[in-house]
């Protein structure tokens, strides 16, 4: 099963467009920006990774009895329970200044990491401009976006 996920990911179609013409990227100090930055994760499932089920906590109700080999759990999901929300990220502006220290701090679900997945362009935001040494992400090819910028996760 985990095989057929590893071929799965690798056959899926690419969302991020290089650039017709990118600029060229002269030198990396590490000064990036949001402006009015927002995002949501795409509705539609075609082209998207097969559902996995994966339970919450707060979805989880467990039933259980205990007989004479041991405990015997059943799972109960109700249906429908999502703690989704339209937009990932709401009109997000900041600037990060070089060798400046920043923390991304919140309570789950509050877009930590969807703010990094849109640095490396993983994924482009709905609206807004994110900038590295003052040019659009957008504009930059991607492997030198990719050689500019480390992530670890």
Known sequence: ???????????????????????????????????????????????????VYRPSSSEQVVEGMLTETGLTMNLVIPEGKSQAREMALEEISFEIRPRQLVALVGPSGSGKTTLTYLVPRLYDPTSGVIKLEGKDLRTLSLKELSEAVGMVT
């Open 1 to 51: 099963m985990s095989f057929e996920r590893v071929f799965e990911v690798l056959d899926l179609p690419m969302d991020i467009k290089e650039p017709e013409e990118p600029q060229p990227l002269d030198k990396v100090e590490g000064h990036l920006a949001f402006e009015q930055v927002s995002f949501k994760y795409p509705d539609d499932t075609e082209g998207l990774l097969s559902e």
